[in-house]
C-alpha cells in the first residue's frame, strides 16, 4: 500500500476545498474501487456463510430426530433426507 495523499486545504469563497496531485488522486480512486470489490466479496461469503449454516443446522436436525426416533428410518432414508438439506437452495 503507497502513501496517504497530502491534500492542500484552501478556501474558494464559501467553499471550503481540497486540492491533490492527479496521480494522488488517481490512486485514491483506484483504491476507492479495491475497497468496493471488497465489500461486494465479502457481502457474497457472507451469503455463502449464513446459507451453510442453515444447511448444516438442518443436518443436525435430522440426525437429531435419527438419535431419538424408533429406528422405523433406516440409514438410506437418513442419508436422502441430509442430502435434500444439503442441496435444498431456500
Known amino acids: 500500500m503507497g502513501k496517504a495523499p497530502k491534500p492542500y486545504p484552501f478556501r474558494l469563497g464559501d467553499l471550503d476545498m481540497v486540492a491533490m496531485s492527479l496521480e494522488e488522486y488517481e490512486r485514491l480512486l483506484g483504491t476507492r474501487r ?5 465489500a461486494t466479496r465479502i457481502r457474497t461469503l457472507k451469503l455463502q456463510l449464513d446459507l451453510t449454516s ?28 441430509i442430502a435434500q438439506a444439503i442441496t435444498d437452495r431456500t
Request: contains cysteine.
Open 34 to 38: 479495491q475497497i468496493g470489490a471488497q
Open 54 to 81: 442453515d444447511r448444516l443446522a438442518k443436518v443436525e436436525a435430522l440426525l437429531r430426530a435419527h438419535e431419538e426416533s424408533d429406528g422405523s428410518c433406516d440409514g438410506d432414508c437418513c442419508a436422502r433426507a
